[in-house]
């Protein structure tokens, strides 16, 4: 994409607003449409659109491979580390309420919200992630037959 330099500013223009836009998704997703996996799925798109533009290797160097695998995990470790903990405070898995707390009132969500907090965030680290890698995988393949 060097002879195109229009597409280049452009993506350098748009890259902040996608990301501060899947940002947005991800933190009022239990407040209305939205959540962790639109969230990451625009996330993902957007390094994608980088990795596009810019290339491969100058979207690894970005996000590096082996810090997206070990997000893929994170990610899976953030949603069932939650139902866990909700188990261990005395609750089903991913009940909820079993979450409500004390510690700085007001400040801190509780209860539900803190859980769908933690699920949607969990949900939406595993997503961009894993379309990351997908994206990874087509872009660095060798071609076949010369094509």
């Not at 994409?1 to 993506?11: A, E, K, S, W, Y």
């Not at 470790?77 to 405070?89: E, H, K, P, R, S």
């Not at 509780?110 to 699920?119: A, K, M, N, P």
Request: glycine share 14%.
């Amino acid at each position: 994409m060097d002879n195109f330099p229009i597409i280049r500013v452009i993506t350098k223009l748009l890259m902040p607003y996608i990301l501060l836009f899947a940002f947005y998704v991800q933190f009022h997703g239990d407040f209305g449409p939205g959540g962790g996996f639109q969230a990451g799925v625009i996330l993902a798109a957007g390094l994608i659109l980088y990795g596009l533009v810019f290339g491969l290797p100058a979207l690894q160097k970005v996000a590096p491979p082996r810090v997206i695998e070990w997000l893929i995990a994170l990610g899976v470790l953030v949603y069932a580390g939650t139902g866990i903990a909700t188990m261990l405070l005395g609750g089903k898995f991913l009940d909820y309420e079993a979450l409500k707390h004390h510690v700085l009132p007001g400040w801190l969500p509780e209860g539900q919200h803190l859980g769908i907090f933690l699920v949607e965030l969990g949900v939406g680290i595993t997503v961009t992630s894993v379309m990351t890698v997908i994206f990874y995988c087509f872009a660095g393949r060798e071609p076949v037959d010369g094509h």
